[in-house]
Nanobody
């Protein structure tokens, strides 16, 4: 079964950047999309965005549009989430998951990577 591992989180100051990685076990050929979501304590999870097999991206949160960009390196079986101009409200755990071709559900989600942005 394909699984994912997120990394790249950390503590930064407001206005700084981080790049999250989502390493996918196996090749990316059978993956239709990779999605990103985030969740803080006692909060509902939020879909951040996704990147399709052809590299097209979409962002579900207005608050990240123009600041966050997803990209993929199929040779490394890795998807990235570049997060610029970080804000304290971006402080949550970020997760990625795959959408296999022909599937309707993103799974499995990884263990997440914590992002903390100090004011």
């Amino acid at each position: 079964q394909v699984h994912v591992v997120e990394s790249g989180g950390g503590l930064v100051q407001a206005g700084e950047s981080l790049r999250l990685s989502c390493a996918v076990s196996g090749n990316m050929f059978n993956i239709a999309a990779v999605g990103w979501r985030r969740q803080g304590p006692a909060k509902e999870g939020e879909l951040v965005g996704l990147i399709l097999a052809n590299g097209a991206t979409g962002y579900a949160l207005d608050s990240v549009k123009g600041r966050f960009t997803s990209s993929r390196d199929d040779a490394k079986s890795t998807v990235y989430l570049q997060m610029n101009r970080l804000k304290p409200e971006d402080t949550v755990v970020y997760y990625c998951a795959i959408l296999p071709k022909g599937a309707t559900k993103y799974e499995p989600w990884g263990q997440g990577t914590q992002v903390a942005v100090a004011a």
